[in-house]
């Protein structure tokens, strides 16, 4: 069927619609369910079961504008909205991979602020005596950053929640333990290396003897960060000393050291080796030092508007006090909150 329409022209305004009504046919051309469109149009409506062909013909005194071939229509119309919204898809991807790197990056370092809610699993294997026991905690510790023009400060409680075999058979929340650093900034200026200062306690939050020293124990904390590219590396320093508590129960004297190195692979993947060491200055000559050496591999993945960081790792303890566990299995599930 041949549809033509023709109109002289008297005025710029109708010749604007026009041009507006030659478009929309061009547009109706390319269309594969051109029915939908066709019947949207009451005036005009029609059932058709054959194929037609649309020749819009618009006169303007002696000028005629020739229609437009329906291939090639379709091809233009095909070929804009290809180059339209692929570099807007490309966009999104891209846009989508850098917000994750960035999450990836700034989980890394303990000096970023961002906030983040980490869980992490810790199987302590071969405990006791000969090695028989094997112990289970779950760490509940949240990052919290207050940022000013001046500096950040950034609160890192930690709580524990244990499933002991030994050295006795019990289950339940150990001793919370909180730090915060305070590093200064400059506005406007991002510096590759933060040093940051603060102080550190434990309190005596244990639901058994076992499960904690039984002492209120409190200490300074230092913070050293330095990045170069996809590099992070640096140390968390902390010393306690206990201070209240119950008096029966071992005096606490302790410096822990967790020095660490992280690299990011892209596409929101991460590796990081670190040791939590400590030293026990109230043990025995032999059973002063833990050091555990091992290392972590996470990848950063957007679950609906939160970034989710997974990852898994294992430590092995070249050094630690009789009875304390010889390797660790880690499982990290961290939720972040960019702004």
């Known amino acids: ?29 390319a269309m594969e369910n051109w029915r939908n469109f066709h019947d949207g149009f009451t005036p005009y409506r029609r059932r058709v079961t054959t194929s037609f062909t649309a020749h819009v013909a618009l006169h303007r005194r002696e000028h005629t504008m020739h229609r437009t071939p329906p291939l090639f229509a379709g091809l233009v119309l095909s070929t804009f909205s290809l180059c339209s919204v692929s570099p807007c898809v490309a966009f999104a991807q891209e846009s989508r991979a850098s917000g994750v790197d960035d999450v990836a990056s700034k989980l890394q370092d303990p000096g970023a602020a961002l906030v983040s809610v980490p869980f992490q699993y810790n199987y302590l294997g071969s405990a006791g005596p000969g090695g028989d026991y094997d112990n289970q ?50 506005k406007g200026e991002a510096n590759a290396t933060e040093v940051g200062f603060g102080g550190a306690a434990m ?27 996809k590099w992070t590396l640096g140390a968390l320093g902390n010393h306690l000393w206990s201070i209240a508590g119950d008096s029966g129960r071992d005096d606490v004297v302790v410096t822990n050291l967790q020095p660490f190195v992280a690299y990011s692979l892209g596409k929101g993947w991460a590796i990081n080796s670190t040791s939590e060491m400590s030293y026990n200055w109230q043990a025995a000559s ?19 508007h939160i970034p989710v960081s997974f990852a898994v790792g294992a430590f092995y303890n070249i050094e630690q006090p ?10 990290i599930v961290t939720l972040a909150f960019p702004e």
């Open 137 to 186: 905690q779950l760490k509940i510790q949240p990052v919290i950053p207050f940022v000013s023009e001046h500096g950040k400060f950034l609160l890192r409680p930690i709580l524990p929640y244990q499933w002991n075999e030994f050295p006795a058979d019990q289950h339940g929340f150990g001793d919370l333990f909180v730090q915060g650093y305070y590093i200064p900034t400059h």
């Open 1 to 29: 069927m041949l549809l033509i329409v023709e109109v002289t022209l008297g005025d710029g305004a109708i010749c604007a619609c026009l041009r507006d009504l030659r478009n929309i046919a061009i547009k109706w051309i």
């Open 322 to 331: 009789e009875y304390v566990n010889r390797w660790t299995a880690r499982l």
């Open 286 to 304: 032999s059973n002063r030092w833990t050091i555990p050496l091992g290392g972590t591999v996470s990848r950063v993945v957007p679950i609906g």
């Open 203 to 229: 309190l005596d939050t244990a639901g058994h003897d076992s499960l904690g020293t039984g002492r209120y124990s409190v200490g300074p904390a230092l913070i050293l960060v330095h990045k170069s590219g």
